[in-house]
């Protein structure tokens, strides 16, 4: 083999291998970003549920309320 033939193959396995680097760290990036979309969605989901709660607390109370003005006024 000459010079030339090593370097360049050399050149090329250099390339390869940034390019594996690189691809590697992409799909680590796109990973990492899906698991902070799923991180929101769940966050999103806990506040809904905690504001129908909310919602039932507050229609509970009111209804609570009218028996109790219902029974006074009797």
């Known amino acids: 083999m000459t ?3 090593t370097a360049s193959m050399a050149k090329k396995k250099k390339k390869k291998k940034k390019k594996k680097k690189k691809k590697k760290k992409k799909k ?3 990973k990492k970003k899906e698991e902070e979309e799923e991180e929101e969605e769940e966050e999103k989901v806990e506040e809904e549920k905690e504001d129908e709660e909310e919602e039932e607390e ?3 109370k009111n209804e609570e309320e009218k028996k109790k003005k219902k ?3 009797k």
């Open 3 to 5: 010079i030339t033939t």
């Open 58 to 60: 507050v229609q509970t």
């Open 71 to 73: 029974k006074m006024k």
């Open 28 to 30: 680590k990036k796109k």
